[in-house]
T-cell receptor
Framework: EPEVTQTPSHQVTQMGQEVILRCVPISNHLYFYWYRQILGQKVEFLVSFYNNEISEKSEIFDDQFSVERPDGSNFTLKIRSTKLEDSAMYFC????????FGSGTRLTVV | SQQGEEDPQALSIQEGENATMNCSYKTSINNLQWYRQNSGRGLVHLILIRSNEREKHSGRLRVTLDTSKKSSSLLITASRAADTASYFCADKETSGSRLTFGEGTQLTVNP
């Protein structure tokens, strides 16, 4: 069964550093997403991406965040200057008929 | 107001029993989905029910949707210890593509 692949599975970074989280969505899906889940809390929508541009974003997705589809297969989330409160599990997803989520990247900001 | 509120927050049952989890939402939806998450792991899609459907089955899972009450329920029959996980509902509004997740129900199935 097709999968959404995320790398790395765990990233530790210093506060103020830039991080890039990577995702390979399912190849024939057209919508791509990033969600996050702070430990013990519910999953929150960050951004959706369609036709090489952001189609929707939440209030969480401020100027510190950006997304890119640099080639035909990868989809990245960049956090420019990480804060302690950015520590969370970040999930990539893609959708065709239904959603498929990746297994997540656990980001720890120290 | 929060969308996708679920109850109970935690449910502990014995193996073989049925588990029922409920979810409410606040907007008009295109569909509602249920996901499972093992501790610290990824989200696994379980089942999707469209707004014009009232009930759907998949193996030991049964989902109902009541659009008049803006609520859904997930029933897991003949539960197993391996069903222990958090279960989340997520609604997709009629406009936009985002999913709005509920707080989740932590299900523990005791062997």
């Amino acid at each position: 069964e097709p999968e959404v692949t995320q790398t790395p599975s765990h990233q530790v970074t210093q506060m103020g550093q830039e991080v890039i989280l990577r995702c390979v969505p399912i190849s024939n899906h057209l919508y791509f997403y990033w969600y996050r889940q702070i430990l013990g809390q519910k999953v929150e929508f960050l951004v959706s991406f369609y036709n090489n541009e952001i189609s929707e974003k939440s209030e969480i997705f401020d100027d510190q965040f950006s997304v890119e589809r640099p080639d035909g297969s990868n989809f990245t989330l960049k956090i420019r200057s990480t804060k302690l409160e950015d520590s969370a599990m970040y999930f990539c997803a893609s959708s065709g008929y239904g959603y498929t989520f990746g297994s997540g990247t656990r980001l720890t900001v120290v | 107001s929060q969308q996708g509120e679920e109850d109970p927050q935690a449910l502990s049952i014995q193996e073989g029993e049925n588990a029922t989890m409920n979810c409410s939402y606040k907007t008009s939806i295109n569909n509602l989905q249920w996901y499972r998450q093992n501790s610290g792991r990824g989200l696994v899609h379980l089942i999707l029910i469209r707004s014009n459907e009232r009930e759907k089955h998949s193996g030991r899972l049964r989902v109902t949707l009541d659009t008049s009450k803006k609520s859904s329920s997930l029933l897991i029959t003949a539960s197993r210890a391996a069903d222990t996980a958090s279960y989340f509902c997520a609604d997709k509004e009629t406009s936009g593509s985002r999913l709005t997740f509920g707080e989740g129900t932590q299900l523990t199935v005791n062997p």
